[in-house]
């Protein structure tokens, strides 16, 4: 079974200082990974996706993450923390042939301060 | 505008009185879900549908029914609501090969009393 683990349910983080969420998948030959944000009281976004092309992978807002097959992660990464960025972020495996399938990670709540 | 539309978004209902909660998408996808969201599970899968009159089972699809009849529409009925599914759920959608990519709805939070 394919599953999802995101090793902080809470980061806190200054504004302008490097943000890091941690996610680490089930070993699969096929995996696609995602990043999803949900700010308070909204639906959920897509930030950014792995979908077996480059394994740096740019999303909007300035993050970023990196699939390291090594390791089984997708750890979610910004240079600059600014305060729009506190929401909640879910790390969301699937894979091939199983595309109706989205597993989620339990989450990670990113709180901002001053 | 390119979206997913849930309604109610706000529902508060007894135990036992049948509910639906529509979900409408303007995208032409094929692929359409439901999930609820739980605090510290993350969102679970109820039941999802590959294309119109085709439906299949998420992982916690009991006490929820779900049809298909149009490409666009996707409801979700709860026959005889309880309170173990207070929650908060949201519609999704996408294209069938693309379907790893999800667009939400803006979520339906239902309380159960």
């Known amino acids: 079974a394919q599953s999802v683990t995101q090793l902080d349910s809470h980061v806190s983080v200054s504004e302008g200082t490097p943000v890091l969420l941690r996610c680490n998948y089930s070993?699969?030959?096929?995996?696609?990974l995602f990043w999803y944000v949900q700010h308070p009281n909204k639906g959920l976004q897509l930030l950014l996706k792995y979908t077996s092309a480059a394994t740096l992978v740019k999303g909007i807002n300035g993050f970023e993450a990196e699939f390291k097959k090594s390791e089984t992660s997708f750890h979610l990464t910004k240079p600059s923390a600014h305060m729009s960025d506190a929401a909640e972020y879910f790390c969301?495996?699937?894979?091939?042939?199983?595309?109706?399938?989205?597993?989620f990670g339990t989450g990670t709540r990113l709180q901002v301060t001053l | 505008e390119a979206q997913v539309t849930q309604n109610p978004r706000y529902l508060i209902t007894v135990t036992g009185k049948k509910l639906t909660v529509t979900c409408s998408q303007n995208m032409n996808h094929e692929y359409m879900s439901w999930y609820r969201q739980d605090p510290g599970l993350g969102l679970r899968q109820i039941y999802y549908?590959?294309?119109?009159?085709?439906?299949d089972k998420g992982d916690v699809p009991e006490g929820y029914k779900v049809s298909r009849k149009e490409k666009r529409n996707f409801p979700l009925i709860l026959e005889s609501p309880s309170p173990n599914q207070t929650s908060l759920y949201f519609c999704?959608?996408?294209?069938?090969?693309?379907?790893?990519?999800?667009?939400f709805g803006p979520g339906t939070r239902l309380t159960v009393t």
């Open positions: 549908s590959m294309n119109v009159e085709v439906t």
């Open positions: 969301v495996v699937t894979y091939t042939g199983t595309a109706s399938k989205l597993t």
């Open positions: 999704a959608s996408g294209r069938l090969g693309e379907s790893y990519e999800q667009y």
């Open positions: 070993s699969s030959y096929s995996p696609s």
